[in-house]
């Protein structure tokens, strides 16, 4: 397996070429678990000994835990101490209060990783994960990067840039998009709560046309989105990053840190899949990261990585702990 490389010689880690999605048949995970952390009961799945290096692995929009629910086994099998979050508005994650808001906003959602830390008392941890997760992870590792061992970011470096969202792009990227702009209306918002399911099978089979998956493995997930609280934290995430909402007012400094595109210094491995187009070979975001850096092509592969690909996902985490 090719290793990182120093900051200023990256190397394009290729897999097979179109390579099929691939399962290992697991449903479910060794244990689960509930803890306080800030504004957040976090509901979560543990796999490992107790005393492993601890990996936590962050899902995204429509998935949950069960993207990673064969990669964690495979982790633990190398004696990594294995956490998989449901992310705020998903599973079994409750907010605390009646009242807070159902705040979807990139630092919001990156500080729930952070206190979620705390409560379990690690000092440090690799962060993995893809879609919002990546970009927790990526926020993370960019703001506080002595709490982040290491970091596999599928899509690599994608905090969000409210200033730059302002600007349009070219009709085909646009129409990738298009669901921001439905839930940017009152009827797209009535129409996601209406229809969730539905409409998350929908990106699923958008966003992986290769994978075939079945109705029990969409069902497992999809029981995720019966959170009270899961439109209301998706609605905000995307009308926030079209600036058409506003955030919180104590996360205004991290936001403004943010906007100043700051360097991921941590050892990292970007990767990416078919999902990425054109940005596949990652050399947009390539000077963001200045540590030891090494970037994977997945070709054939969608944009639930792990859940399609998880030998491949679970070798990224097992090469950059070595770093």
Avoid: C
């Avoid at 605390?96 to 990156?110: E, H, K, P």
């Avoid at 952070?114 to 008392?121: F, R, S, T, V, Y």
């Avoid at 104590?250 to 210094?265: C, G, M, V």
């Amino acid at each position: 397996m090719v290793g990182l490389t120093a900051a200023g010689t990256a190397t394009a880690l290729a897999a097979p070429s179109a390579a099929a999605p691939e399962s290992l048949g697991n449903t479910g995970f060794r244990s689960m678990g509930r803890i306080q952390t800030g504004v957040l009961d976090v509901g979560y799945a543990e796999d490992g000994p107790p005393d492993g290096q601890p990996v936590i692995l962050l899902h995204g929009w429509p998935y949950d835990i069960h993207s990673f629910v064969d990669v964690a086994p495979l982790l633990a099998q190398r004696g990594f101490r294995v956490i998989a979050p449901y992310v705020r508005g998903f599973g079994s994650t409750r907010f605390l209060s009646d009242t807070a808001m159902r705040n979807g906003q990139q630092a919001a959602v990156a500080s729930d990783v952070l206190a979620l830390m705390d409560a379990l008392d690690i000092p440090d941890a690799i962060l993995a994960g893809f879609d919002w997760g990546a970009r927790s992870a990526d926020v993370v590792a960019a703001l506080w990067p002595e709490r982040v061992r290491a970091l596999v970011a599928v899509s690599g470096y994608i905090v969000v840039n409210l200033e730059a969202n302002l600007e349009p792009l070219n009709p085909q990227a646009e129409y990738g998009w298009w669901y921001q702009y439905y839930f940017a209306t009152d009827r797209g918002e009535r129409g996601y709560r209406a229809n969730t399911r539905d409409f998350n099978r929908l990106i699923w089979r958008n966003a992986s046309p290769l994978w075939s998956f079945d109705d029990a493995t969409y069902d497992r997930t999809a029981a995720s989105f019966d959170n009270p609280d899961h439109v209301d934290v998706v609605i905000h995430n995307y009308r926030w990053r079209q600036s058409l909402t506003p955030g919180e007012p104590q996360y205004d400094d991290l936001e403004r840190r943010l906007a100043a595109k700051p360097a991921i210094t941590v050892p990292t491995i970007t990767v990416s899949s078919d999902f990425d187009g054109p940005a596949k070979d990652g050399s947009a975001y390539r000077q963001r990261f200045t540590g030891k850096y090494a970037h994977r092509v997945l070709d054939g592969i969608g944009h639930n990585v792990p859940q399609e690909a998880p030998r491949r996902f679970a070798d990224a985490v097992i090469e950059v702990a070595g770093y």
